[in-house]
């Protein structure tokens, strides 16, 4: 996929970045669960990934911290 999206995500109390939202193909999907978070290195560029949940598929979602630009990089059903 590799597709440039739209996140909205807070901060939580204890600091950690959450996804809440992020808009593809024309929707605006609201996140229920972040099953899944790692970073990830691409050179010196440190990239924050998110799997979460929407209904019955999962989302990659991924950060890159130097541009500020989220990425969704692949979906499966579960």
Same mark, same amino acid.
Request: glycine letters at 8%; proline letters at 1%; hydrophobic letters at 40%.
């Given at each position: 996929?590799?597709?440039?999206?739209?996140?909205?995500?807070?901060?939580?109390?204890?600091?950690?970045?959450?996804? @809440?939202?992020?808009?593809?193909?024309?929707?605006? !999907? +609201?996140?229920?669960?972040? *099953?899944? /978070? %790692? &970073?990830?290195?691409?050179?010196?560029?440190?990239?924050?990934?998110?799997? @979460?949940?929407?209904?019955?598929?999962?989302?990659? !979602? +991924?950060?890159?911290?130097? *541009?500020? /630009? %989220? &990425?969704?990089?692949?979906?499966?059903?579960?």
């Amino acid at each position: 996929m590799g597709d440039s999206v739209r996140v909205g995500a807070i901060f939580e109390e204890s600091g950690r970045l959450k996804p @809440v939202w992020f808009a593809y193909d024309g929707r605006r !999907l +609201a996140v229920e669960r972040v *099953t899944y /978070s %790692w &970073r990830d290195r691409d050179g010196d560029v440190k990239i924050l990934h998110y799997a @979460v949940k929407v209904g019955g598929t999962v989302y990659e !979602l +991924a950060l890159d911290t130097s *541009t500020l /630009s %989220w &990425r969704l990089e692949r979906s499966y059903v579960e």
